[in-house]
């Protein structure tokens, strides 16, 4: 039994414009690969229960058109569309990414997929045209929290892979 | 053009590596520009350049001693990001754990035809 790698995605912020995500699974490339592109796959997944996903419909071909909406169990209704610009079997996805929310954020998210030994690194750059869209991404609700973690909150966000320190 | 929102330009002030890097050397307490160079092996126009986007969107905080002007961490504006980052984790874990789970449960399945 493998050990369960929930709560291990890696989140990342290379530029102001970029949000970078890095997660690993055990399953071969190909197989992933479908359960990120096929939507019979996709409708198991995406949203958080499997019954609010109202639209699940990709087109997956360079210039094909996905569509995907799901419901928030607050009654909130999801809807991401874009098209396919780039895809290579298994190993690269590239489409534009729209939230219909925020019709001026328009950004490209770029997934590159990498399998070693059974276990595929899916890594998600999600690139935003300009601050304004990544505005919306980033728009904080200012609600309040707890203070008491905030020096290691304040660390793991400097040095998330312990690299800067000392340096 | 306008000025992007203070709580924006803090992501903005964050995103660069060297200003991380700066905010992470002041994490052990207050410090003079000379002391960052050295600590940083980074050029003092560029540690100062930095040390102003910091100072603008408020992560440092500036006092004169003396000749000397002396920076300080303040990590109370961090908070907007924090609630923000947490909240964004957690929807991707969730949504990347989902997926885990279902690729997992699809394994399975292939094991027993």
Known sequence: MTPNRHGTAVIEFPSALEIVTTREFDAPIELVFDVLTKPEHVRNWFAPFEDTMTVCSIDLRVGGKYHMVFVTDDGTECSFRGTYLEIERPTRIVYTWLFEGWPDAEAVETVDLHEIDGVTKVKMNLAFRDQAGRDHMTKFDGQEDSWDKMEDYLRSLLDPNGAVSGS | ?113
């Open chain 2, 1 to 113: 053009m306008a000025r992007a929102s203070t709580t924006s330009d803090i992501f903005n002030a964050i995103a660069e590596a060297h200003r991380r890097e700066i905010m992470d050397a002041l994490m052990a307490g207050e410090k003079a520009v000379g002391a960052l160079v050295n600590d940083l092996s980074m050029p003092q126009p560029q540690v100062s350049k930095h040390l102003r986007v910091l100072s603008e969107v408020g992560l440092v905080r500036c006092r004169a001693e003396g000749r000397h002007r002396m920076y300080s961490l303040e990590p109370v504006r961090l908070r907007p990001l924090q609630d923000w980052l947490a909240k964004y984790e957690q929807a991707m874990n969730d949504r990347l754990d989902r997926m885990d789970d279902y690729l997992q449960e699809l394994q399975r399945q292939g094991e027993l035809q």
